[in-house]
């Protein structure tokens, strides 16, 4: 059986059932001092102290600690770890009634590890089935996170497997390592998952991230939840399909967040997205992630399917996250593309930046990891002419003359309010020195910069 661990969000945590006990008041009559010590100095003027207690000093004396009312002990509560919330509920039986009130037991995490593959400290899971007893009903926003050990995920699945009296809004299963939950057969898996989609009803935010989820339990969630789902992460999902996810939008007409694979992409889920009774998108994630090189083909999206997602979501926020090898790039940004955000974990090269900086009019945001040896100085100077939303840049590993990198803060000016760039990658010229651009790009930006030493993104 698996060892695990119980812990909880800082606002609202769980506990153990602990035996009311009778809260022992011990009052202390306190002495005082009327004569000055043997060895004072008598030299010295004494000040004057009252001998009367004042009222503050009574009070504090006297406070019934068990008399505090329920509204102030929950709030007190919500702030400790489960182990002295457990203690504290022990003192007196109105501290133990607050510790079950179900206003504790609304936001609850489940970390479930082993103490051969974790540093997580564990718990009996005794100790998680007397919770589900005693607070199952109570459960609204619930996370489990695991260990790359299959104990850990099975363990998972059987919590979610007892929730069937549970009102659950928001689900999260976060795999601290990988396999974890990928490493449980899929019939297992989507059984136990299932329960939580049936039972429900009023899901609003689901994170399955790494997970073996497959489009026949997707289908279960919108059967249940179609009318409260907003928000849906669910990348590097290996068995849903584009049809999969295009079921969701079809009918998950409130949702406004998404995170997928590219692989999941269609011209017809964006189509979807954009019809009069889908609500406004607010944020879009997509992964474009290549473990094999040149063994992954990579598909186009027509401009006229961004343009359909952008006229119905004009705030909408596409963010892409790139782990491709260059020559897997061919296929993105040929045509205008409305992404917002793009984050490159590999290395890219000058080309595909200068189309970034032709095609993408609405960026906000740009990190590059790494491009190699070839400045880029014109690319930076296409974006900053093109992508007037720009606000934040990251470079590492790169090169960029130090004239053309004070040539692009210069031309975007105070809206940078993200500048970082690593020291090695500012080439001195003739123009300019690393001492002497850190004033110049200082003064474009309105205020203190210099070069970072190590990545901060």
């Known amino acids: 059986m698996a060892n695990s661990h119980v812990n909880q969000s800082d606002d609202r945590r769980g506990g153990e059932d602990v035996v ?24 010295k003027k004494r000040r ?37 919330r457990a203690y504290a509920s022990s003192v007196c039986r109105t501290w133990n009634e607050v510790f079950h009130m179900p206003e504790l037991w609304r936001r609850f995490e489940f970390e479930l590890s082993q103490p051969a593959t974790s540093y997580l400290k564990s718990t009996h899971p005794d100790l998680i089935q007397q919770i589900i007893k005693k607070h199952a009903d109570h459960l609204q926003y619930v996370s489990f996170k695991v260990d790359s050990s299959t104990e850990s995920a099975e363990a998972a699945c059987d919590i979610l497997s007892q929730l069937v009296n549970c009102s659950i809004k928001t689900l999260g299963l976060i795999s601290t390592a990988r396999p974890s939950f990928m490493n449980l057969s899929k019939s297992r898996f989507v059984s136990a998952l299932t329960v939580v989609f049936v039972n429900s009803k009023s899901l609003s935010s689901i994170k399955i991230d790494d997970t073996p989820v497959d489009d026949p339990s997707l289908k279960v969630l919108v059967a249940n939840n179609s009318d409260t789902l907003k928000l849906l992460k669910m990348s590097s999902c290996p068995h849903v399909s584009p049809a999969g996810i295009l079921c969701v939008a079809d009918q998950c007409y409130g949702l406004r967040e998404l995170a997928l694979n590219y692989y999941l992409l269609s011209d017809e889920l964006l189509l979807a997205l954009s019809s009069e009774k889908h609500v406004h998108l607010e944020h879009l994630r997509i992964d474009v992630v290549s ?13 006229s399917s961004w343009d359909a997602l952008v006229n119905h979501s004009p705030k909408v926020n596409i963010v892409m996250y790139f782990f491709l090898y260059e020559e897997e790039f061919d296929p993105f940004f040929r045509d205008e593309t409305p992404v917002t955000h793009i984050y490159f974990g590999r290395a890219v090269s000058k080309e595909l930046l200068g189309r970034i ?39 590492g590993e790169c090169e960029v003359s130090c004239s053309a990198f004070v040539e692009f803060v210069k031309m975007c000016g105070g809206r940078l309010t993200q500048l970082s760039i690593m020291e090695e990658v500012l080439i001195p010229d003739q123009k300019y020195n690393l001492e002497q ?18 990545p901060t993104w």
């Open 291 to 303: 473990e094999n090189p040149g063994q992954t083909q990579f598909h186009s999206i027509k401009k």
């Open 357 to 395: 900086g032709m095609n993408c009019p609405r960026l906000i945001e740009l990190v590059v990891c790494a491009n190699g040896l070839q400045p880029l100085d014109d690319e930076l100077i296409c974006i900053a002419e093109r992508c007037k939303n720009l606000t934040a840049m990251g470079l």
């Open 20 to 43: 009311p006990a009778r809260m022992k008041q011990n009052r202390v009559n306190e002495k005082v001092e009327t004569q000055p010590p043997p060895d004072a100095d008598k030299g």
């Open 48 to 84: 004057k102290t009252s001998l009367t207690p004042t009222s503050e000093t009574l009070s504090a004396r006297h406070v019934d600690w068990g008399n505090l009312h329920y509204d102030v002990i929950l709030h007190i509560f919500q702030y400790l770890p489960l182990v002295d």
């Open 437 to 454: 651009i850190h004033w110049e790009v200082s003064k474009y930006l309105g205020r203190v910069w210099f070069p970072d030493m190590m």
